[in-house]
């Protein structure tokens, strides 16, 4: 088992209920995000901390309010290959913010076609 799905199971052993929908990995990657909107604010120096087919996780320095729409790309690539994501929660975590985000750029189902 990945370090990731031991940490599932051990949340559901204690009582805690799992909120993802997929199986998510854990990573440590350099992100940009961008808050989408009238405001639009560029941040740099975000890490993706964790990613599914359905979320991802994003340590940002500032925080994004639950509801907004971000845009994430590795630091220095084309942000023509963002992941759209929605803000679902957020807390604060050592310097910066966690955020829970649900994937808005991946269809509905995930079945394979066939």
Avoid: Y
Avoid at 3 to 30: F, K, M, T, W, Y
Avoid at 81 to 93: C, D, G, L
């Amino acid at each position: 088992m990945t370090p990731a799905h031991d940490e599932a199971l051990s949340a559901s052993r204690n009582g805690v209920q799992e909120r993802r929908a997929s199986p998510r990995v854990s990573c440590e990657i350099p992100v940009t995000a961008l808050a989408v909107g009238p405001s639009a604010t560029i941040i740099r120096g975000a890490v993706l901390r964790c990613a599914s087919t359905d979320g991802v996780g994003v340590l940002a320095p500032r925080e994004f309010a639950v509801g907004t729409v971000i845009l994430i790309w590795r630091e220095w690539r084309n942000p023509e290959h963002a992941i759209k994501a929605t803000v679902i929660h957020n807390r604060r975590e050592g310097p910066g913010w966690f955020h829970g985000c649900r994937r808005v750029d991946v269809p509905e189902s995930h079945e394979p076609a066939g």
